[in-house]
């Protein structure tokens, strides 16, 4: 999926996703589905990748897997506010996926769905709401900048 040949990639993923089954363990199987939806999503068919980004969830939600919730959520929200133009169902991906950021202490992923709230709120014309995500976002990459210069 990486080097962009995402038929193989679904070839190898399927094959993995019954491998995964056999042995009855959920965050391979999650995993499985999501790398299954991500494929999809690459290839532009957001209704199938739905599918199988919910069919992730579903298995990841049995699993201590934070961080795979935390992306299957973002990408959740992508695909509704984006695909579906459903805001709401979206946004409360979104918020989702932050909150699971902030419990694993991911701040990049936190940086990232902001930035994806902001391009939704944005694209639905929602400035006011977009407006305290694009701010923070800013605080955000102005702290960041500081911290890669003390880094140096």
């Known amino acids: 999926m990486k080097s962009g040949k995402y038929d193989q990639s679904l070839i190898k993923s399927r094959y993995a996703l019954t491998q995964c089954k056999a042995i009855n363990d959920n965050d391979l199987i999650a995993t499985c589905y999501n790398t299954i939806a991500a494929n999809l999503d690459e290839l532009n068919y957001p209704e199938k990748a739905l599918f199988y980004y919910n069919?992730?969830?579903f298995y990841a939600d049995k699993t201590n897997n934070d961080d795979l919730k935390n992306k299957l959520n973002n990408n959740l929200g992508n695909i509704y506010c984006f695909d579906k133009k459903q805001f709401e169902r979206g946004f409360n991906h979104y918020k989702k996926s932050i909150a699971l950021s902030t419990k694993i202490?991911?701040?990049?992923?936190?940086?990232?769905?902001?930035?994806?709230i902001i391009w939704a709120c944005f694209d639905n014309k929602l400035y006011k709401k977009g407006?305290?995500?694009l701010?923070?976002?800013?605080?955000?990459?102005?702290?960041?900048?500081?911290?890669?210069?003390?880094?140096?």
């Open 135 to 152: 701010n923070f976002a800013n605080k955000f990459q102005k702290n960041s900048e500081i911290l890669q210069i003390l880094l140096v």
């Open 105 to 116: 202490k991911d701040s990049s992923q936190i940086y990232f769905t902001t930035i994806n």
């Open 131 to 133: 407006l305290p995500y």
């Open 55 to 57: 069919k992730s969830l």
